[in-house]
């Protein structure tokens, strides 16, 4: 089985620009959740999209939103880059609700490199 | 509101020492608990996992944990690690009781095992 795969893996781009990073989770799969790693914060949660639907959302700006569509695939969008939105963005996958649900699975993340 | 919290940032170990990293959480209800690990260059994948029963939870590569719920602790152990165990470990907490509860990360703890 594939696992959680993410594209592009590694992106640069300049303050002020906007960014789409996408997210394809394990087959069967209903539940992607977004986070983002920067030393030192560790990982901090973005949000979590189950059957299309934001269920959760983390403590960041109106710049950064997201979707999932009905193949269960994800998008991130951050308008606006600023320097500090430099990190690694990860992609999780569950599978659909039920006390298995908890145990997310990791894609190798998106490196943006904002200059 | 969910919060993790790891005690050790950076810890050196020699080969075959003892490791035990700490690992406590606030949450006033009942919790899913994991620990996850980063090793240089990989995906963040599952050490091990605690969702009920036994409070002493084994996981892969001999390393196991104890959920002890009067000290909202989840301190994971390993009795002799090795080189290969140089990597940085998550502690992550979710809320169980209502709804879609986001999946809440330590910052993280960077272990190295000197040969």
């Known amino acids: 089985k594939a696992g959680v795969t993410q594209t592009p893996r590694y992106l640069i781009k300049t303050r002020g620009q906007q960014v789409t990073l996408s997210c394809s989770p394990i087959?069967?799969?209903?539940?992607v959740s977004w986070y983002q790693q920067t030393p030192g914060q560790g990982l901090q949660f973005l949000f979590e999209y189950f059957s299309e639907t934001q269920r959760n959302k983390g403590n960041f700006p109106g710049r950064f939103s997201g979707r999932q569509f009905s193949n269960s695939r994800s998008e991130m969008n951050v308008s606006t880059l600023e320097l500090g939105d430099s990190a690694l963005y990860l992609c999780a996958s569950s599978p659909s609700p039920g006390q298995w649900y908890n145990e997310q699975f990791f894609g190798p993340g998106t490196r943006l490199t904002v200059l | 509101a969910q919060s993790v919290s790891q005690h050790n940032h950076h810890v050196i170990l020699s080969e075959a020492a003892s490791l035990e990293l700490g690992c406590n959480y606030s949450y006033g209800g009942t919790v899913n608990l994991f620990w996850y690990v980063q090793y240089p260059g990989q995906h963040l994948q599952l050490l091990l996992k605690?969702?009920?029963?036994?409070?002493l939870v084994k996981g892969i590569k001999g390393f196991e944990a104890e959920f002890i719920k009067s000290k909202f602790s989840f301190n994971l152990r390993k009795p002799s690690v090795q080189w290969s165990d140089t990597a940085e470990y998550f502690c992550?907490?979710?809320?169980?009781?209502?709804?879609?509860?986001?999946?809440?990360f330590g910052t993280g703890t960077r272990l190295l095992v000197s040969p």
């Open positions: 605690y969702f009920s029963g036994d409070p």
């Open positions: 992550a907490v979710r809320g169980m009781n209502t709804g879609f509860q986001k999946l809440v």
């Open positions: 087959s069967g799969h209903r539940s």
